[in-house]
């Protein structure tokens, strides 16, 4: 929170409000993250490291987002925590998402403006794990490794992994890597730009 006009309450959520099984998936997704709730009447202005923040809103859909890519949920919107896959090889991580469904306003945060590429049966998309920040939940990435001597050695200059997106549905990735996705940085609100 950076401010707020209104009547506006905070608390922290309690550690297992949403079962153990959550608690070990936010533990596992995001060491030291803990959610707190604002309830009441005003205006509340939220950021994060002065990263691009998009409002958006979901209508009886699902969408999947980076877990570190999301800033505020609606109590509206289910949600739950999901691992897409481990990489092998040098570059071993997981990759954390929450899938959200249902009906209301979430945000989600960007590196500068977003761009949305829309994917068709014809036309998967691939992306680098860092740069990507949400999709449509219906569709399930797989990961590509590309892993050879060049890339061990530090000699190649294509990815070592990308995301393959396939099917019908939307991917928004950001004009940026984040090499430690674990690392915050800036948010301002903005338009969702859509690349077909």
Known sequence: ?????????????????????????????????????????????????????????????????????????????????????????????????????????????????PLVFRVTGERPLFTDPGATVAWTGNMEPEIKSDISLKTIVGRSTGESAQMVFRGEGFVVVQPCEEINSQEKNEKGISNVNVYT
């Open 1 to 113: 929170m950076v401010a707020y006009t209104g009547n506006i309450k905070f608390t922290r959520e309690e550690a297992l409000e949403h079962g153990i099984s959550r608690k070990v998936k936010i533990s596992l997704a995001g060491e030291g993250v803990s959610f707190i709730k604002a309830e009441g009447v005003g205006k509340l202005f939220l950021a994060d490291r002065g990263k691009k923040v998009s409002i958006l809103k979901l209508e009886n859909n699902s969408i999947c987002v980076n877990f570190n890519d999301i800033l505020t949920i609606e109590d509206s919107i289910s949600w739950d925590i999901r691992m897409i896959r481990k990489l092998s090889g040098i570059t071993e991580k997981e990759i954390y998402n929450v899938k959200l469904e249902g009906t209301g306003v979430f945000a989600i945060t960007t590196h500068n403006e």
